[in-house]
T-cell receptor, first 114, second 109 residues
Framework: KAGVTQTPRYLIKTRGQQVTLSCSPI?????VSWYQQTPGQGLQFLFE???????NKGNFPGRFSGRQFSNSRSEMNVSTLELGDSALYLC?????????????FGEGSRLTVL | EDQVTQSPEALRLQEGESSSLNCSYT??????LFWYRQDPGKGPEFLFT???AGEEKEKERLKATLTKKESFLHITAPKPEDSATYLC??????????FGQGTRLTINP
């Protein structure tokens, strides 16, 4: 069974640019969530999508957005990049059952903003 | 606001030296407490779910326990391959997974 696939794995952008990250969940998983991981703040929840609808959202500015497609694949976008957006962005999928914390994570997309 | 705090930040043990990692939580309407393992350059890997105080789960050399305010991850006779960062996370009524900062565990042979 293929795991969660994230692309690209590494990318470098400059301040003010925008970036789109992609996530393909495990087959059959309908929920996709996104997390930002930094050394200072740890893992922070960005948002969760289930059946193409945003089901939950973390405390991030509107520059961070996402969407989910009918095949459960998801993308997240960050506009007007800031230096502080440099981080590992992790995508996780699960079956979508409420209260589950058993997430399957991808290896992440490492974003560097110069 | 829901909060999860892990201690210590880092722990070095000799192979075979048992110890415990701590996770303190204040999560409103706790729905579950979760443990993950993260190796360098990888995403976290799910280990355990605990739902209620008094519950225990075991997997190989790891045992997770839960009280009303804390969870412990006990590691018995660890091996070098147990070296990783261990993350604790809580999910409450808001249905958002809140992670602690992690404990970086190093097992020396």
């Amino acid at each position: 069974k293929a795991g969660v696939t994230q692309t690209p794995r590494y990318l470098i952008k400059t301040r003010g640019q925008q970036v789109t990250l992609s996530c393909s969940p495990i087959s059959g998983h309908r929920s996709v969530s996104w997390y930002q991981q930094t050394p200072g703040q740890g893992l922070q929840f960005l948002f969760e999508y289930f059946s193409e609808t945003q089901r939950n959202k973390g405390n991030f500015p509107g520059r961070f957005s996402g969407r989910q497609f009918s095949n459960s694949r998801s993308e997240m976008n960050v506009s007007t990049l800031e230096l502080g957006d440099s981080a590992l962005y992790l995508c996780a999928s699960d079956t979508g059952t409420v209260n589950t914390g058993e997430l399957f994570f991808g290896e992440g997309s490492r974003l560097t903003v110069l | 606001e829901d909060q999860v705090t892990q201690s210590p930040e880092a722990l070095r043990l000799q192979e075979g030296e048992s110890s415990s990692l701590n996770c303190s939580y204040t999560v409103s309407g706790l729905r579950g407490l979760f443990w993950y393992r993260q190796d360098p350059g990888k995403g976290p890997e799910f280990l355990f779910t605990l739902y209620s105080a008094g519950e225990e789960k075991e997997k190989e050399r790891l045992k997770a326990t839960l009280t009303k305010k804390e969870s412990f991850l006990h590691i018995t006779a660890p091996k070098p391959e147990d070296s990783a960062t261990y993350l604790c996370a809580g999910k409450g009524g808001a249905q958002k997974l809140v992670f602690g900062q992690g404990t970086r565990l190093t097992i020396n042979p």
